[in-house]
């Protein structure tokens, strides 16, 4: 069953294009890129996360993210 997600391809969309366009101004490579979202990421989770699903929900978005780049 496909997962669905209570926000639309066009604002999901939107926030990427706009992720990138501050990632070309600062003509950041891959590795710095990737450096940057990793980075939000953990914040993300430090500030809005409980202390008691950070491992899962950390844990989730890693398996997400291995299985988007196969």
């Known amino acids: 069953m496909p997962i669905t997600s209570k ?5 999901i969309e939107q926030i990427i294009s706009d992720v990138f366009d501050v990632l070309e101004k600062h003509d950041a490579s891959a590795e710095l890129a990737l450096m940057v979202v ?4 953990t914040n993300i989770i430090n ?3 409980p202390a008691s699903k950070k491992k899962e929900i950390a844990e989730q ?6 299985k988007s780049t196969k």
């Open 7 to 11: 926000y639309t391809n066009q604002k």
């Open 38 to 41: 990793g980075n939000i990421a």
């Open 47 to 49: 500030a809005d996360v």
């Open 61 to 66: 978005f890693s398996q997400a993210l291995l």
